[in-house]
């Protein structure tokens, strides 16, 4: 559930390390693996960053949707209020998970049958028959 998080952290460190690797060897890369690798890493920057403004940008949509709609409150006004219920949406949420079911749900297979009932009325004993 905190694979946002953790795209958030490896962009951050693996672009903190492909900067530093490009300004020690400027203009010093003569093999053409380094500069391979080097376009690697920017492509693996470059996708991460997306992954990361693709789930923050639906993890706060639907923070927005929940409180307004849901718990029918207003957004706290300042971004120091809502770090505390944004944190908390970020950890229940999974935006990457939702992205990932959304863009996947044509190839999944859909139920053959689905079992509805009230509470102990005997649908688990039915469904282990």
Same mark, same amino acid.
């Given at each position: 559930?905190?694979?946002?998080?953790?795209?958030?952290?490896?962009?951050?460190?693996?672009?903190?390390?492909?900067?530093?690797?490009?300004?020690?060897?400027?203009?010093?890369?003569?093999?053409?693996?380094?500069?391979?690798?080097?376009?690697?890493?920017?492509?693996?920057?470059? @996708?991460?960053?997306?992954?990361?403004?693709?789930?923050?940008?639906?993890?706060?949509?639907?923070?927005?949707?929940?409180?307004?709609?849901?718990?029918?409150?207003?957004?706290? *006004?300042?971004?120091?209020?809502? @770090?505390?219920?944004?944190?908390?949406?970020?950890?229940?949420? *999974?935006?990457?998970?939702?992205?990932?079911?959304?863009?996947?749900?044509?190839? *999944?297979?859909?139920?053959?049958?689905?079992?509805?009932?009230?509470?102990?009325?005997?649908?688990?004993?039915?469904?282990?028959?």
């Amino acid at each position: 559930g905190q694979l946002l998080q953790q795209c958030t952290i490896f962009l951050l460190c693996h672009g903190a390390f492909h900067f530093y690797f490009i300004h020690k060897y400027h203009g010093r890369i003569v093999s053409t693996l380094p500069r391979i690798s080097c376009a690697l890493s920017l492509s693996v920057i470059v @996708m991460n960053t997306t992954i990361n403004i693709a789930g923050y940008t639906l993890l706060y949509k639907l923070y927005k949707h929940s409180v307004q709609n849901i718990f029918n409150k207003e957004l706290p *006004r300042t971004v120091e209020e809502r @770090m505390p219920s944004f944190c908390a949406h970020m950890a229940l949420l *999974r935006p990457l998970d939702i992205i990932f079911r959304y863009l996947t749900y044509r190839w *999944r297979v859909l139920p053959d049958i689905l079992v509805l009932g009230e509470v102990r009325c005997g649908t688990t004993s039915f469904c282990e028959h």
